[in-house]
């Protein structure tokens, strides 16, 4: 008995301990798991041996066992949810959002400011390094990575420089900042801490009421610097076509739309096949590039029978601005939001505490989903 119970803790230790050792981000998971279940295999064989021939009394392997599920489930009931604990990694990153149409010296300009905003830690000798880095991913974007000094000659932790610099990076106006820590599985768009989105049939009131949301948000302690980035400043012309006008005149909507196109973004004429490969001839406009909708206007457009008229005849040019992109979850229109949570406060608890919800004003057509992204 004493060598088959050896045996068979041996080759489960030998099974599990492997686990730990996967690369990758399965690795970065089970990494703890399989050293955890490989101790839990020798412990429950040491107890076989042991303690089991003290507990062979039924009252008191009974008690036991009770005593043993209370303490376990208290423990239970007291651990945080998280996908990765929150570490001390010595650095961590800030990154900024401008307006979709902000030209990237607006970028800098604001991304200085966060510079300004870091000076004090760098001079006090908290931060060793930071390195800005704009334009990428589009010129309204930007990144700035944040080496932190070693431990040994830092008083706090990053914890507590994040907790006190994120609220003061939420008060730089004119784009979104706000500083996370990177995580050791590498996952990407981990660091937000709670997502969370408006979901109904209507992206301007469902804007309306995430607004309403994140106002007590900013108030709650177990939450940092709650956002909403639903950009709606995105440049737009919005093409009006007076059609019975361009059919008094002999004019196509089509044929306006094509002029239109041709005119700002060229369009692909025609394919040809070189060798097997295929290419294709494109028509792009050529003289003066076209900055102003006045330019549009004053262009003429031939119609059927060979005279020209021109295109502010039949076509309204009104400048106006929408969202760079559309969200969708649950088959709904959906505007998304993000928040950091508090010191010691892990993802379980916001979502089980709706106390945020705008139950005055919010429609029954809106529905709130929560989803974890640290």
């Given at each position: 008995?004493?060598?088959?119970?050896?045996?068979?803790?041996?080759?489960?230790?030998?099974?599990?301990?492997?686990?730990?050792?996967?690369?990758?981000?399965?690795?970065?998971?089970?990494?703890?798991?399989?050293?955890?279940?490989?101790?839990?295999?020798?412990?429950?064989?040491?107890?076989?041996?042991?303690?089991?021939?003290?507990?062979?009394?039924?009252?008191?392997?009974?008690?036991?066992?009770?005593?043993?599920?209370?303490?376990?489930?208290?423990?239970?009931?007291?651990?945080?949810?998280?996908?990765?604990?929150?570490?001390?990694?010595?650095?961590?990153?800030?990154?900024?959002?401008?307006?979709?149409?902000?030209?990237?010296?607006?970028?800098?300009?604001?991304?200085?400011?966060?510079?300004?905003?870091?000076?004090?830690?760098?001079?006090?000798?908290?931060?060793?390094?930071?390195?800005?880095?704009?334009?990428?991913?589009?010129?309204?974007?930007?990144?700035?990575?944040?080496?932190?000094?070693?431990?040994?000659?830092?008083?706090?932790?990053?914890?507590?420089?994040?907790?006190?610099?994120?609220?003061?990076?939420?008060?730089?106006?004119?784009?979104?900042?706000?500083?996370?820590?990177?995580?050791?599985?590498?996952?990407?768009?981990?660091?937000?801490?709670?997502?969370?989105?408006?979901?109904?049939?209507?992206?301007?009131?469902?804007?309306?009421?995430?607004?309403?949301?994140?106002?007590?948000?900013?108030?709650?302690?177990?939450?940092?610097?709650?956002?909403?980035?639903?950009?709606?400043?995105?440049?737009?012309?919005n093409v009006e076509i007076d059609r019975e006008m361009a059919t008094e005149l002999g004019l196509s909507p089509a044929s306006i739309a094509t002029t239109i196109n041709t005119l700002t973004q060229g369009i692909t004429a025609?394919?040809?096949?070189?060798?097997?490969?295929?290419?294709?001839?494109?028509?792009?406009?050529?003289?003066?590039?076209?900055?102003?909708?006045?330019?549009?206007?004053?262009?003429?457009?031939?119609?059927?029978?060979?005279?020209?008229?021109?295109?502010?005849?039949?076509?309204?040019?009104?400048?106006?601005?929408?969202?760079?992109?559309?969200?969708?979850?649950?088959?709904?229109?959906?505007?998304?939001?993000?928040?950091?949570?508090?010191?010691?406060?892990?993802?379980?608890?916001?979502?089980?505490?709706?106390?945020?919800?705008?139950?005055?004003?919010?429609?029954?057509?809106?529905?709130?989903?929560?989803?974890?992204?640290?």
């Amino acid at each position: 008995m004493f060598f088959a119970v050896i045996s068979t803790t041996a080759t489960l230790a030998a099974v599990s301990i492997p686990i730990s050792l996967l690369p990758g981000q399965a690795g970065g998971i089970f990494s703890e798991f399989g050293f955890v279940l490989a101790f839990c295999v020798l412990l429950s064989s040491f107890v076989a041996q042991t303690l089991a021939l003290v507990l062979a009394a039924p009252a008191i392997a009974i008690g036991a066992d009770v005593a043993f599920a209370i303490v376990s489930f208290g423990t239970y009931s007291n651990l945080s949810s998280t996908l990765t604990p929150a570490e001390d990694r010595g650095a961590f990153l800030i990154r900024g959002t401008a307006p979709s149409a902000a030209s990237l010296s607006f970028t800098d300009e604001q991304m200085q400011k966060v510079e300004a905003f870091l000076q004090p830690y760098v001079d006090s000798g908290e931060i060793a390094a930071v390195q800005t880095l704009i334009g990428r991913g589009g010129t309204s974007s930007a990144t700035v990575i944040v080496r932190l000094t070693d431990w040994e000659d830092c008083d706090r932790s990053q914890r507590e420089i994040l907790a006190e610099l994120n609220p003061r990076l939420s008060t730089i106006p004119g784009i979104s900042v706000f500083a996370i820590s990177p995580n050791r599985l590498g996952i990407r768009g981990a660091g937000r801490g709670l997502q969370f989105a408006f979901l109904g049939n209507d992206y301007a009131r469902l804007a309306a009421e995430g607004d309403a949301l994140v106002a007590p948000m900013e108030a709650d302690r177990a939450l940092s610097n709650p956002n909403l980035p639903y950009d709606a400043t995105t440049p737009l012309m919005n093409v009006e076509i007076d059609r019975e006008m361009a059919t008094e005149l002999g004019l196509s909507p089509a044929s306006i739309a094509t002029t239109i196109n041709t005119l700002t973004q060229g369009i692909t004429a025609t394919e040809v096949f070189v060798e097997g490969e295929k290419t294709d001839v494109r028509l792009v406009p050529g003289g003066k590039p076209i900055r102003d909708p006045s330019d549009i206007e004053n262009v003429w457009i031939r119609r059927k029978d060979g005279a020209f008229v021109p295109l502010s005849a039949v076509v309204t040019l009104t400048p106006t601005s929408t969202v760079s992109s559309l969200a969708r979850e649950d088959f709904a229109c959906a505007v998304p939001g993000e928040t950091n949570l508090g010191a010691g406060v892990s993802l379980g608890v916001p979502p089980r505490a709706p106390r945020y919800w705008p139950q005055r004003s919010c429609p029954t057509m809106c529905a709130l989903s929560f989803a974890a992204r640290r």
